[in-house]
């Protein structure tokens, strides 16, 4: 299947539009989206986003948390800003000089900048407002991933300094504006950049990023039925179907097109894949989660279906996660029978905690698949 991409351009120049001072029908804090991985978040971010804030004049910066999971957070920020500046020194020497500082220090880590002229090290807010101030442009900072920011001191360090610099040049006369757009594969862990009065983003919303509907279906379908014969047609609804089962992720949905619909039995072989094989087009997604989930005790079962069930408001050591584990289990559980199997469950990589007494679900997929396999 050759490659296939389906702009989202009425997306973009939604979001684009909340990207406004305006305290209505702006969003001043930013933008913060959630939505499953592989569901194309990224995908909107940098073929359909990013190029239409190029068209409005916005400078949009793209860093991507989740390119190296090893690099740390607050590195890869540095490491982003410090290409801009250096690309936007190049360019513009020769009209606005050199750039007034020799070094960029964000959360701890220092780059060395080309065409620097000063002896100080730039800020992350310094490095933000030259940008601006050199692209003649408002900058629109895209931080994808950006729940990863939670894992590490420096990346929060970034966040802080983030908004700082965010409520600096906004609140400078004659400067160039900073919005700042938040996108993560994990709603509770995204939100740990926005709950608490400790969080760097405190008071802002976190909203669904809208999922890849029957349009891209349907833009899937005509890209792909006018290489076939005419008796071995994709049909739209088995194609939905099939959608919708694999939890609108764009890629397995066509690793399922091409095992099962462009064969010889064509959008019927599709058909009876979901009619008879619904569980095994989950099991694509879902296989590991089954995998995990079987090999837990009674009570680390019990802990985290009371934390997937309580979401943002679970509460570890309280009456109703007691009666809660109670219930599931039969059994009376203390203090210390629920800290063991949170830490369990973290030693198991399926829960983390982003703080003292702070728990949330590791992988949001597995949310849906305790849903629709759990009573």
């Known amino acids: 299947m050759d490659i296939f991409y389906a702009p989202r351009d009425a997306l973009a120049q939604t979001m684009a539009d909340r990207l406004s001072p305006d305290p209505i029908m702006g969003t001043p804090a930013g933008l913060f989206l959630a939505a499953p991985r592989r569901t194309g978040k990224s995908s909107f971010l940098r073929g359909d986003l990013m190029p239409h804030l190029r068209d409005r004049g916005l400078y949009p910066i793209y860093v991507d948390l989740w390119a190296d999971p090893q690099a740390d957070p607050g590195e890869l920020i540095a490491n982003v800003l410090a290409q801009e500046l250096d690309a936007l020194g190049d360019r513009r020497t020769r009209l606005l000089g050199a750039l007034p500082f020799k070094t960029l220090t964000v959360a701890g880590f220092r780059i060395d900048l080309k065409q620097a002229d000063g002896a100080r090290s730039a800020t992350l807010a310094d490095a933000l407002a030259e940008i601006g101030k050199r692209a003649a442009a408002d900058v629109v900072f895209i931080v994808d991933e950006a729940q990863h920011a939670l894992s590490s001191p420096t990346g929060m360090h970034a966040m802080f ?7 600096a040049m906004n609140q400078t006369p004659d400067s160039t504006r900073l919005y700042l757009v938040f996108t993560g594969s994990h709603r509770d862990k995204l939100a740990g950049l926005t709950l608490t009065s400790k969080a760097p983003f405190f008071g802002a919303q976190v909203a669904d990023f809208p999922r890849l509907d029957r349009s891209y279906v349907d833009a899937l379908v005509d890209h792909i039925n006018p290489k076939l014969a005419d008796d071995n047609k994709l049909d739209r609804d088995d194609v939905e179907a099939a959608f919708k089962l694999l939890g609108y992720r764009p890629e397995k949905l066509t690793q399922v097109i091409r095992d099962h619909a462009l064969g010889t039995a064509g959008s019927a072989g599709l058909r009876q894949t979901i009619r008879d094989r619904a569980d095994a087009l989950r099991a694509l997604v879902w296989q590991q989660h ?47 029978q629920i800290q063991n199997a949170l830490d369990d469950l973290r030693d198991k990589s399926l829960i983390w ?9 590791e992988d949001q997929d597995l949310r849906e698949w305790l849903l629709a396999h759990i009573s």
């Open 353 to 361: 905690r982003p703080s003292r007494g702070v728990y949330a679900l």
């Open 161 to 167: 300094a983030l908004k700082a610099a965010r409520d």
């Open 290 to 336: 089954e995998s995990d989930f079987g090999r837990l005790t009674d009570v680390q079962r019990a802990v985290l279906r009371v934390l997937i069930d309580r979401g943002s408001d679970f509460a570890p050591f309280t009456p109703v996660t007691y009666a809660a584990v109670k219930r599931m289990t039969d059994h009376d559980v203390g203090q210390s």
